[in-house]
């Protein structure tokens, strides 16, 4: 029987004060992955990976066992990596994952339904990872510009054909930074490709069509017309 374990993985200390801990519509930021990912029936174990006191108490509440983190882990300069490393030292005295969902604290926009579609995906595919990703061809690396001395030049060879129609260019995808489903071995073999190489070399792609994760005040206020948007849709299916 596959063992899959979450994660959800949070600091104090970031770039925009209480990031991890502010309220929207009266639930913390953290709790809703926290909450989501409680839903998917076949997670087996949850756990919380934060130097913070507030993170840890409100998730034990709910079914997740803390992982204090350590000072050195808690930094701006802290790799996700050796969150998760740590994490997996801890969770192994109890048992053995084969499989990890990596919660981000700081994105509410998420759904139990593609945390759990992703876990399908990667044992059905037999992926390193599985990982949400929205295509974006406006920010295509393409078109994208560096500043040599006074100047803009293109970070490719001048020799690449690139139009400047966005329809004509290959698609383009970023990762969602909401969640992640890794397989363990990937994870600690670490040899994938940069800069997410804990993810392995086998990345299957989930396409959704936007997801947020919280560094400034505009992505709070992203984060909560998403929310109700997605309120709204799930109450209208109850009804």
Not at 88 to 115: C, G, H, R, Y
Not at 119 to 144: C, Y
């Amino acid at each position: 029987m596959i063992k899959i374990c979450a994660i959800l993985t949070g600091k104090k200390n970031s770039s925009l004060k209480n990031k991890n801990i502010v309220k929207i519509f009266n639930k913390r930021v953290f709790m809703y992955p926290a909450i989501e990912a409680k839903k998917v029936k076949s997670i087996n174990s949850f756990y919380t990976s934060s130097d913070s006191n507030i993170i840890l108490e409100e998730t034990r509440k709910i079914g997740y066992k803390s992982i204090k983190r350590p000072r050195y882990l808690s930094t701006n300069k802290s790799k996700h990596l050796d969150v998760l490393k740590h994490a997996l030292n801890f969770i192994k005295k109890n048992e053995a994952p084969d499989i990890i969902v990596v919660l981000m604290a700081n994105s509410p926009t998420i759904k139990f339904q593609w945390i759990s579609d992703a876990i399908n995906e990667l044992v059905l595919k037999k992926a390193s990872a599985v990982v949400p990703v929205i295509k974006n061809n406006d920010h295509h690396p393409l078109r994208a510009k560096r500043v040599v001395g006074n100047f803009i030049k293109p970070y490719f060879n001048k020799n690449i054909k690139i139009s400047t129609n966005r329809q004509d260019l290959p698609n383009n995808y970023f990762l969602s930074h909401n969640f992640w489903v890794i397989d363990t071995s990937s994870l600690l073999a670490n040899n994938g490709f940069a800069p997410w190489k804990f993810m392995g070399k086998k990345v299957v792609p989930y396409v959704i069509e936007e997801s947020y994760d919280i560094h400034t005040e505009d992505d709070i206020l992203s984060c909560k017309k998403w929310i109700k948007k997605y309120s709204n849709t799930r109450n209208k299916k109850n009804v």
